[in-house]
């Protein structure tokens, strides 16, 4: 299964992406994760984008797609995938289904992980406590829910009208979160077979 994880800052993502992962037998693949890791090993890539990701704003397409190919498509010819942070927009998803079509790598399935905001913002502050990470401040997390809001929500309209979407709802336990989007997820996996 190839599987897009949509969620705004703080609705569990990363942490669903790897238990979904194990669930499914595929690989989770995280952009922020690479693009944190090239600006922590102060690539050129990692130089040109950290003051983009401390700010909260969104990384160009190009270089998002370009740390992303080779990832994916080895993922996919492994099985699938669960993509975590790219695409953000519906031009992200549009190019990138252009690309990923030539190496028979689309996404096939789009969960959403919706969460009122109040616990966005909660979780985010405490993420950013816990891990040290300097882009988790009031200010960033806001910056990016208004981003998430006016950019990403649209893809939702996408994926519902070209693959399948499936919602689930984020505002509980990561045990019963995940016992959710597996049954949902499940359901859908036997659709595609």
Same mark, same amino acid.
């Given at each position: 299964?190839?599987?897009?994880?949509?969620?705004p800052p703080g609705s569990g993502k990363g942490t669903q992406a790897t238990r979904l992962g194990d669930h499914l037998?595929?690989?989770?693949?995280?952009?922020?994760?690479?693009?944190? !890791?090239?600006?922590?090993?102060?690539?050129? &890539?990692?130089?040109? /984008? !950290?003051?983009?990701?401390?700010?909260?704003?969104?990384?160009?397409?190009?270089?998002?797609?370009?740390?992303? +190919? !080779?990832? #994916?498509? %080895?993922? *996919? $010819? +492994?099985?699938?995938?669960?993509?975590?942070?790219?695409? $953000?927009? /519906?031009?992200?998803?549009?190019?990138?289904?252009?690309?990923?079509?030539?190496?028979?790598?689309? /996404?096939?399935?789009?969960?959403?992980?919706? #969460?009122?905001?109040?616990?966005?913002?909660? +979780?985010?502050? %405490? $993420?950013? !406590?816990?891990?040290?990470?300097?882009?988790?401040?009031?200010? #960033?997390?806001?910056?990016?829910? $208004? /981003?998430?809001?006016?950019?990403?929500?649209?893809?939702?309209?996408?994926?519902?009208?070209?693959?399948?979407?499936?919602? #689930?709802d984020g505002d509980h336990s990561v045990d019963e979160v995940?016992?959710?989007? &597996?049954? +949902?997820?499940?359901?859908?996996?036997?659709?595609? *077979?």
């Amino acid at each position: 299964m190839r599987l897009l994880l949509i969620g705004p800052p703080g609705s569990g993502k990363g942490t669903q992406a790897t238990r979904l992962g194990d669930h499914l037998g595929v690989e989770h693949i995280s952009s922020g994760e690479l693009l944190r !890791k090239h600006a922590n090993e102060e690539t050129g &890539i990692g130089r040109t /984008v !950290k003051p983009l990701l401390d700010r909260g704003d969104l990384v160009p397409d190009a270089i998002v797609m370009d740390i992303l +190919r !080779k990832p #994916v498509e %080895a993922a *996919s $010819r +492994r099985g699938g995938y669960i993509l975590d942070g790219f695409p $953000r927009t /519906v031009a992200q998803a549009e190019a990138a289904y252009l690309v990923a079509r030539e190496i028979g790598a689309w /996404v096939q399935v789009a969960l959403y992980l919706q #969460v009122p905001r109040e616990r966005l913002i909660e +979780r985010a502050m %405490a $993420r950013g !406590k816990a891990a040290g990470r300097t882009d988790d401040t009031l200010e #960033v997390i806001n910056h990016r829910l $208004r /981003v998430f809001d006016d950019l990403t929500l649209p893809l939702l309209d996408y994926y519902d009208n070209r693959e399948i979407l499936v919602t #689930v709802d984020g505002d509980h336990s990561v045990d019963e979160v995940t016992a959710t989007a &597996i049954a +949902r997820l499940d359901a859908v996996r036997a659709q595609l *077979s």
